[in-house]
């Protein structure tokens, strides 16, 4: 069965079983101060799972498209990817532990066919420091499951993943209890780092086992489920959100529980078609083709590139189609990351300049079924990506020519020298010692500790300089941030009135302490405009206006309310509008989930700090309250 077979049979099945599908998030969220990009399908839910009432109901489904940089450094080995499909399934204070796991395990078995003898499953042994007890409860409805298929599952606690690598698995056994590394998840990931006010809880992993000739002892220690190498690979995780952190570091029940599961469509894939390698499944291997092609060398003898070139090109293809533009900041750099790494590795295989054209092609077919909404740049993207290749391809020519200047002035190149390179020059690294070697060209004895030393003091002086900023949407809900939200929703109205209602928000970054604003205009603002702009919003403050919300249907607040939203094809079919002013003659009314003032006039006085560029088309207003 291949992905896409896969993923339909999934929603399917959710619907079989009462779940609505919901649209998947861009992988640029607006909102969230939690991180630059969309890692998990329940990171656009987490409001719900807080405690906000779902206007499609309890039970939700859905395919995210997810991005995660962590991971990046791992690519190349059979399994980790940046960008990966998460499916997922939501019970909002519905269904809990008997009902998630029996109805995963009947997807697994029934639906896509796995063979249950290969399903090893993993739950949390308990932490008395907390007074939380050992999931028994998920153990004994495994247990229960396996038996029903004829299975022996004995339970084991292993405590830690340390612990399983020296004594490894023995036979019948099937469930594995560790420790809050493996098996609790919270948004700061163990239990100890569990945010305050935070949903919380054990989970239950599921793995698939590929076969003991897998394992490799010598590298790895003795298999068992949470255990590196390719035997075993995790193809679910079944998070039983059952408790909340207090203020005194104590947790207590939840008294709505909630039900949140991912499952990697990719590795479901791999599973599915018995191969450990997740690059063999059709969402990969037209990419990995198209590449043989073009290099003319083999993937077998080129795993690390190829692997590495598809995943990246997946990624920037994404982000590009959603009108993210490559820059050296934030998202854009992360993109501008992934391209490059993608055009050293294609350098590597032999591919000569403007590959991307020919290389991106399947993954466009790839992700054509995604809505408009999503992808909605995506008859640009390819622009996108190829200007990047062209502007990379000078860096590396210029980079050539300072590495030779360097080299004809010392009788050596220090780690300093080279981050140099990097640094002011944006040559890789990697790139200079390989060349450097080629050219027969000395390097100091210690060239990668002094260049590891200087990235990071430069790295320390990036935390001090962003210290108080954070990388994306509302840094929080505090008073000052909800003030400044209401006076983004000001400005656009503002923006829209003095130069045209076709005006959108493109993106904003808002803290305690100041707005920064991006939309859609063709021309830098003059000081006449941007004194207009300001003195309106000001006006609207001065009047004290009501900012009320209530929920409506999607089409009526379209098309009878004319709420301003730009990604109406992804929004429930009941969402939150937000008026400001007048109801019959609202200054604003937009689509948004809050939080927001109950009237302008406690906002103070608005004053815009700075208009510049933010990408080709898009203009960016900074502006403070006073």
């Not at 969220?29 to 807080?50: A, K, V």
């Not at 009432?53 to 039970?59: F, I, L, N, S, V």
């Not at 099937?174 to 919380?200: A, L, M, Q």
């Not at 990969?284 to 590495?308: A, C, F, G, H, Q």
Request: glycine share 8%; with cysteine.
């Amino acid at each position: 069965m291949n992905a896409n077979e896969i993923r339909k049979k999934y929603l399917d099945f959710q619907v079989s079983k009462g779940h609505k599908v919901i649209s998947p998030a861009p992988l640029v969220l607006e909102n969230d101060p939690t991180t630059l990009f969309t890692g998990s399908g329940m990171q656009p839910l987490l409001r719900y799972l807080l405690g906000e009432k779902h206007p499609d109901g309890t039970r939700l489904t859905d395919s995210q498209p997810c991005l995660r940089l962590q991971d990046i450094e791992d690519v190349g080995d059979p399994r980790h990817t940046t960008v990966f499909e998460m499916l997922g399934n939501w019970s909002l204070g519905d269904y809990f532990k008997e009902e998630q796991i029996r109805n995963y395990f009947e997807f697994l078995t029934k639906i896509i066919g796995l063979d249950p003898e290969k399903i090893f499953v993993t739950c949390f042994i308990g932490s008395e420091k907390y007074g939380i007890p050992r999931d028994d409860e998920a153990a004994q409805i495994w247990q229960s499951v396996f038996k029903e298929a004829g299975i022996e599952a004995k339970i084991v606690e292993l405590d830690t993943a340390e612990n399983g690598d020296k004594r490894g698995i023995n036979s019948g056994e099937r469930i594995f209890f560790y420790n809050d590394k493996e098996n609790w998840w919270s948004r700061g990931g163990g239990i100890e780092t569990t945010p305050v006010g935070d949903p919380c809880g054990p989970d239950s992993e599921v793995f698939y086992d590929f076969g003991e000739d897998k394992q490799d002892v010598e590298k790895y220690g003795k298999s068992h489920p949470a255990s590196d190498g390719a035997r075993f690979m995790e193809i679910g995780n079944q998070v039983f959100m059952q408790y909340r952190r207090n203020e005194d570091g104590s947790f207590s029940e939840l008294k709505h529980k909630n039900v949140d599961f991912g499952g990697g469509l990719e590795r479901l894939a791999a599973a599915s078609m018995g191969s450990f390698d997740v690059f063999q499944i059709s969402l990969m291997r037209p990419i990995i083709e198209k590449l043989e092609k073009l290099s003319n060398k083999s993937y077998e003898n080129n795993t690390d590139e190829m692997r590495i070139i598809a995943d990246h090109l997946r990624g920037a293809y994404l982000l590009s189609a959603q009108g993210l533009a490559p820059s050296n900041k934030a998202q854009g750099y992360a993109l501008r990351r992934l391209i490059r790494r993608a055009i050293l590795k294609a350098l590597d295989l032999g591919i000569a300049q403007d590959f991307l054209r020919e290389t991106i092609s399947p993954i466009e077919k790839e992700y054509e079924t995604l809505p408009d909404s999503i992808l909605t740049n995506r008859d640009r993207a390819l622009e996108t990506l190829e200007k990047e290749e062209r502007a990379f391809r000078r860096t590396l020519t210029k980079g050539l020519r300072e590495l030779k200047k360097l080299a004809d002035k010392n009788e050596f190149l220090s780690g300093r020298d080279l981050f140099t390179l990097q640094d002011t020059y944006g040559f890789p690294f990697e790139i200079s010692v390989e060349e450097a070697f080629r050219q027969g060209i000395k390097l100091s004895k210690n060239y990668q500790a002094e260049f590891e030393a200087a990235l990071e003091e430069q790295r320390n002086r990036s935390k001090t300089a962003s210290k108080g900023m954070f990388k994306g949407g509302l840094a929080d809900h505090g008073e000052m941030t909800t003030k400044y939200h209401t006076a983004t929703h000001l400005l656009l109205a503002a923006l829209q009135k003095h130069f045209d209602p076709s005006v959108s928000q493109k993106g904003s970054n808002i803290t305690p302490e100041r707005i920064r604003f991006d939309f859609n205009l063709d021309h830098k603002m003059t000081p006449e405009e941007i004194k207009t702009v300001e003195n309106q919003v000001n006006s609207w403050i001065s009047d004290d206006l009501p900012v009320v919300f209530d929920e409506y249907e999607k089409n009526y607040a379209k098309d009878v309310l004319k709420a301003h939203g730009q990604f109406w094809e992804k929004y429930p079919e009941k969402l939150k509008v937000y008026t400001i002013g007048d109801f019959k003659n609202p200054i604003s009314r937009e689509v948004c989930g809050g939080p927001h003032v109950e009237h302008t006039g406690v906002l103070g006085k608005f004053k815009i700090k700075k208009e510049e560029s933010s990408s080709a088309g898009v203009r960016r207003i900074k502006a403070v309250l006073e």
